[in-house]
């Protein structure tokens, strides 16, 4: 294999996963390691009660994301996660839908074909995830979550050109699937700020992504059953250790399935949120027991993608939303 680790070697590539698991000495441009994501964040009241939880139990929240779409979110609603995200100064991630197991297409139903679920299908749901994030944007939402190629490349091309705020966050989900410091190194390339790894990767895994890329690594530390369903709460020091800079998230094994969610489910998302505040009060307790010299980021944070103030329509300044307006009204 000597040839192939060697061609590795010239791509500036790991040769192989790094087994001697070596602090990562790269950081968030605050100089920290780590920062504490909350996944499933459904609704607007969800928000509510998760950021009312953490502040009870003193568990500091830089990020908070979503998994069924702005798609499903009215105006109203949007409008409420960004000024609720803007007043706490968490960024709020929101998915960009819909995808191919929310379409009239049977093939990602297939037994062997689980992955194409999540990929836009077709060209007309390349627009229609290009339109969820316009949309998202324009309530003032600077963080959105992608999970297919295309989207993420054209999304990051809009954003160069213009057509999407410079400061939009693009967070790539856990089921992108990518696996390995390549194909990660290739989302990287094609614009995702932070890139959410498969939850059972090894520590060894890990450390030879970070190697390969200079993004931040989000990861759960407990992963809901579809995704695994694994604890990894006694490696959380190793995980931002090895992998630094690095989005610790806490999801929830043993909970119903929440996507899509609406307000037939609020009530069961709001303690499922209120839960996963728990389970990163346990975590964060972990990783301060065995790595407490682990620096955390400040919270609010210059480069999160905390919501911004929309304009008003009468302003003269220049704005996505009055630009998303017009075409409306067109």
């Given at each position: 294999?000597?040839?192939?680790?060697?061609?590795?070697?010239?791509?500036?590539?790991?040769?192989?996963?790094?087994?001697?698991?070596?602090?990562?000495?790269?950081?968030?441009?605050?100089?920290?390691?780590?920062?504490?994501?909350?996944?499933?964040?459904?609704?607007?009241?969800?928000?509510?009660?998760?950021?009312?939880?953490?502040?009870?139990?003193?568990?500091?929240?830089?990020?908070?994301?979503?998994?069924?779409?702005?798609?499903?979110?009215?105006?109203?609603?949007?409008?409420?996660?960004?000024?609720?995200?803007?007043?706490?100064?968490?960024?709020?991630?929101?998915?960009?839908?819909?995808?191919?197991?929310?379409?009239?297409?049977?093939?990602?139903?297939?037994?062997?074909?689980?992955?194409?679920?999540?990929?836009?299908?077709?060209?007309?749901?390349?627009?229609?995830?290009?339109?969820?994030?316009?949309?998202?944007?324009?309530?003032?939402?600077?963080?959105?979550?992608?999970?297919?190629?295309?989207?993420?490349?054209?999304?990051?091309?809009?954003?160069?050109?213009?057509?999407?705020?410079?400061?939009?966050?693009?967070?790539?989900?856990?089921?992108?699937?990518?696996?390995?410091?390549?194909?990660?190194?290739?989302?990287?390339?094609?614009?995702?700020?932070?890139?959410?790894?498969?939850?059972?990767?090894?520590?060894?895994?890990?450390?030879?992504?970070?190697?390969?890329?200079?993004?931040?690594?989000?990861?759960?530390?407990?992963?809901?059953?579809?995704?695994?369903?694994?604890?990894?709460?006694?490696?959380?020091?190793?995980?931002?250790?090895?992998?630094?800079?690095?989005?610790?998230?806490?999801?929830?094994?043993?909970?119903?399935?929440l996507y899509p969610s609406g307000s037939h489910l609020s009530e069961l998302a709001i303690r499922l949120g209120k839960e996963r505040v728990r389970r990163a009060e346990m975590g964060l307790n972990f990783l301060e027991r065995y790595y407490p010299e682990a620096k955390m980021s400040p919270l609010k944070a210059a480069d999160l993608g905390i919501p911004q103030e929309i304009a008003r329509p009468d302003s003269s300044e220049s704005t996505l939303a009055g630009v998303l307006a017009e075409g409306r009204s067109a």
């Open positions: 294999m000597k040839n192939t680790r060697d061609f590795l070697a010239e791509q500036h590539l790991p040769s192989g996963d790094l087994s001697d698991l070596p602090t990562s000495h790269k950081r968030f441009p605050d100089g920290g390691q780590y920062r504490v994501e909350i996944p499933s964040i459904e609704h607007p009241e969800t928000l509510a009660a998760v950021l009312q939880e953490a502040a009870l139990r003193n568990v500091p929240i830089h990020r908070v994301s979503q998994g069924s779409g702005g798609m499903l979110c009215t105006d109203a609603e949007l409008a409420d996660f960004a000024a609720q995200g803007r007043a706490a100064g968490v960024e709020v991630s929101l998915f960009a839908r819909p995808t191919a197991a929310w379409d009239t297409g049977a093939g990602s139903a297939a037994p062997t074909s689980g992955g194409l679920a999540t990929q836009a299908r077709g060209a007309e749901q390349l627009v229609y995830g290009l339109e969820d994030i316009q949309r998202i944007a324009a309530s003032g939402l600077r963080s959105v979550l992608v999970t297919d190629a295309g989207v993420l490349s054209l999304a990051s091309a809009m954003r160069e050109s213009g057509l999407l705020p410079a400061d939009l966050v693009i967070k790539v989900s856990v089921q992108m699937g990518f696996s390995n410091p390549a194909s990660i190194r290739i989302a990287e390339s094609l614009g995702a700020d932070t890139y959410n790894v498969p939850t059972d990767l090894s520590l060894a895994q890990l450390a030879a992504i970070r190697a390969a890329v200079d993004i931040p690594i989000d990861i759960y530390i407990e992963s809901p059953d579809d995704l695994g369903g694994f604890l990894r709460y006694y490696e959380i020091a190793e995980i931002v250790r090895v992998a630094a800079p690095v989005y610790v998230k806490f999801g929830l094994r043993n909970s119903p399935f």
